[in-house]
Each structure stands twice: as structure tokens, then as C-alpha cells.
């Protein structure tokens, strides 16, 4: 019963530096989506994979790419990272559509300097 | 004007006390709603879903004014436990969907 399994926990990089944030679930969901949280602000959706084989973009996807591997698993590239990607990020998954509710995953800190 | 606002709080209540938030939505075509609760660092946890009729679920009441356009937590007897942030959510069909900055909420004993 793992749920939304996220790496890593917290990463600290530096600016130009690159990175993957892998994510997989459990629970047969067609969808999932990264999120990323800031102080003050709600949730922000960077990119979500409606089905397997299909990603799309939200609403602040620059400076992120994403690959949704297969159906249980969905990762987020930061290609050349910099300070204002700062944040909590949040991987979740949901049935067919957000209509159904979201479980997220435990989150990754992501420091960059 | 964010899409979805609530009162940041924080809420500091006394345990057996009843509080409210509100959250109120600024697109119409908004069609389902939500409240996440979540604990300090840790990810939002659905915390149940809103209906227009109004629902409940044990000490919690959801309620939704779709033509204020707000929603509407209530928390009877409040239990240290009930310490968290709570987020109030929108979609509006698809997968647009937003948070709410949340509200954070102190239970005190």
C-alpha cells in the first residue's frame, strides 16, 4: 500500500546543475501530475500525463520537461536548474480525472543555490 | 485576484471549540470541489469532497454557495489533531484545477 512514491526527499543543487525527481504509484491511476508549493501560495501545476502516453502542460511548466515512462511512473527533468525553482514538489496521481481527488506523494525540497 | 482565496489564518481554538473557514472561487464554470488538510511538511491528504446539498463527515461539514460562490469547512470539537493547513479546492472541469493557499488552524489544549 505505498501509494505516490517520490525521490528524492530533498536535494540541494546548484544553478545550471540538472536533475530527475522520479515518481511511481500503485494504485492503477490513469492520471498524475507534478505540482510545486510555494510559501503563500497554493499548489501550482507544472505538468500533468492524463493517460499513459500523453503529457500536457499547467500552468508554470517553464524550465521543466517530464516523461511519463509507463503507467505507473512519471518523473520531472529540471534541465539547467535555477534559485526561483526553489520549492516543495509534490507528484500525484488520481482515477480518470482530478474530479475523483489527488493523492500526492511525500514530496521533494529542492534547494538551489 | 487569485482563482481561489482563503483567509490564511492562522486559527488558534481552544480543543472541544467549533471553527469555520471559508474560500471563496472566482470562475463560475468551476464544478467540483474540495478540502486537503495538511500537516506541516508533509503532502495534502484528501479530506473529503464538497456537494452542493451540503455533507458531512463525522465533526466535519462541508458546505458550497454556488451562487456566492464559496465553500465552507466546519470542524465541531476540535481535537489537537486537527492542527494543520487546510486547502480549499476547485476544478473547473478537465484538469484545471486550484488550490487554495490554505488555512492554518492551532488547536490548542
Known amino acids: 500500500n505505498a501509494g505516490v512514491t517520490q525521490t528524492p526527499k530533498f536535494q540541494v543543487l546548484k544553478t545550471g546543475q540538472s536533475m530527475t525527481l522520479q515518481c511511481a504509484q500503485d494504485?492503477?491511476?490513469?492520471?498524475m501530475y507534478w505540482y510545486r508549493q510555494d510559501p503563500g501560495m497554493g499548489l501550482r501545476l507544472i505538468y500533468y500525463?492524463?493517460?499513459?502516453?500523453?503529457?500536457d502542460k499547467g500552468e508554470v511548466p517553464n524550465g521543466y520537461n517530464v516523461s511519463r515512462l509507463n503507467k505507473r511512473e512519471f518523473s520531472l527533468r529540471l534541465e539547467s536548474a535555477a534559485p526561483s525553482q526553489t520549492s516543495v514538489y509534490f507528484c500525484?496521481?488520481?482515477?480518470?480525472?482530478?474530479?475523483?481527488?489527488?493523492?500526492f506523494g511525500s514530496g521533494t525540497r529542492l534547494t538551489v543555490v | 485576484r487569485k482563482e481561489v482565496e482563503q483567509d490564511p489564518g492562522p486559527f488558534n481554538v481552544p480543543e472541544g471549540a467549533t471553527v469555520a473557514f471559508n474560500c471563496t472561487y472566482s470562475?463560475?464554470?468551476?464544478?467540483?470541489f474540495f478540502w486537503y488538510r495538511q500537516d506541516c511538511r508533509k503532502e495534502p491528504k484528501l479530506l473529503m469532497s464538497?456537494?452542493?446539498s451540503g455533507n458531512e463527515d463525522g465533526r466535519f461539514t462541508a458546505q458550497l454557495n454556488r451562487a456566492s460562490q464559496y465553500i465552507s469547512l466546519l470542524i465541531r470539537d476540535s481535537k489537537l489533531s486537527d492542527s494543520a493547513t487546510y486547502l480549499c479546492?476547485?476544478?473547473?472541469?478537465?484538469?484545471?484545477?486550484?488550490f487554495g493557499a490554505g488555512t492554518r488552524l492551532f488547536v490548542k489544549a
Open positions: 500525484a496521481s488520481s482515477g480518470d480525472s482530478p474530479t475523483y481527488g489527488y493523492t
Open positions: 494504485m492503477n491511476h490513469n492520471s
Open positions: 500525463s492524463a493517460s499513459e502516453g500523453t503529457t
Open positions: 470562475n463560475s464554470a468551476s464544478q467540483s
Open positions: 464538497v456537494y452542493s
Open positions: 479546492v476547485a476544478n473547473t472541469g478537465g484538469f484545471k484545477t486550484i
